[in-house]
């Protein structure tokens, strides 16, 4: 069989797979997620201008998630993921480096940067750069504290990352997608809505058209990224959203881009742009 139709022939069975009536599930109704019964978030929020025919509605990915998983996320002493949160605050108060300094020396309790998960990724302070919150850790660590840098996804930037996202939980994502950024969104929706890999799908394939259908055995949500870092109970740990992007270009059976790349941060400001309006849920559990 030709190469090409072999490829059409093998996103034709994903789409059956995925299309499949009996295989559709739409966002839970009535959920409230109300936080160790004293915070409720927004899970569900009318879609931004910016996703005029594309979405009316933007639906957390708790949504679509089991009553067991929706379970854990709405009490901290049974979200896995807070123990991870717990060696994150543990590193923010830890001297590292030559300046002997911690992250709390320059920045006090991690509460301090309360509204910096909602707006992330954003412009670095020279305006010449995007940065994700890794990079502005490391930015911190390498000139402030003088510390090596932490590997993108490393046990450590997870944990640091996710403390600082429940300081920030509640908040209302909203990042800044124009001035010097707009160049950026605009090159992470043409990501977006890229054909990669053998199976030729695109981020879009599955998580604007597809949503709600089944792929297996699981529930496609809108890929919203308001719950990352997440803990995912499918490998027992924290995950990036780097790492949940390398790990959906891999699906399509294609060579990834890196974890930090200019690629994936573009990536991560227009998705970032999709969810607007629902709260950062500090760490979300996911399957």
């Known amino acids: ?42 899970t569900e929020a009318p879609a931004s201008a910016n996703l005029e025919g594309a979405l009316d509605t933007v639906y957390s990915g708790l949504l679509f998630r089991e009553s067991e998983t929706r379970e854990m996320e709405m009490d901290d002493f049974s979200n896995p993921g807070m123990v991870f949160v717990d060696q994150g ?9 030559t300046d002997g300094k911690s ?26 750069d995007l940065w994700s919150m890794e990079n502005y850790i490391n930015n911190c660590r390498t000139t402030k504290m003088g510390a090596e840098a932490w590997k993108w996804s490393s046990d450590q930037m997870t944990s640091v990352t996710a403390a600082i996202s429940v300081a920030g939980r509640g908040e209302v994502v909203n990042p800044k997608v124009d001035g010097a950024a707009a160049e950026w969104w605009e090159k992470g929706k ?6 990669f890999g053998q199976l030729e799908l695109s981020c879009a394939n599955c998580h604007e058209q597809n ?19 997440a803990y995912r109970l499918k490998n027992a740990k924290l995950n990036s959203i780097h790492n949940r992007f ?13 974890e930090g790349s200019a690629e994936f941060r573009a990536l991560e400001l227009y998705v970032a742009s999709r969810g607007a309006g629902l709260s950062v849920e500090g760490v979300g559990v996911r399957n």
């Open 89 to 97: 605050l543990d590193l923010w108060n830890k001297v590292d480096g």
């Open 246 to 258: 390398k790990g959906c270009v891999r699906d399509t059976r294609a060579e990834t881009f890196g």
């Open 1 to 42: 069989m030709h190469l090409r139709s072999r490829r059409i022939l093998i996103a034709a069975s994903v789409f059956a797979l995925m299309s499949s009536a009996t295989a559709y599930a739409d966002p839970v109704e009535g959920f409230e997620l109300v936080v160790n019964g004293e915070m409720t978030l927004v």
């Open 190 to 195: 043409e990501l977006y809505y890229t054909r």
């Open 211 to 229: 949503y709600g259908n089944m792929i297996r055995a699981d529930h496609l949500s809108q890929g919203q990224t308001n719950g990352f870092p």
């Open 103 to 128: 992250c709390a020396s320059c920045h006090d309790d991690v509460e301090s940067l309360k509204e910096t998960r909602a707006a992330m990724p954003k412009m670095n302070p020279t305006g010449d």
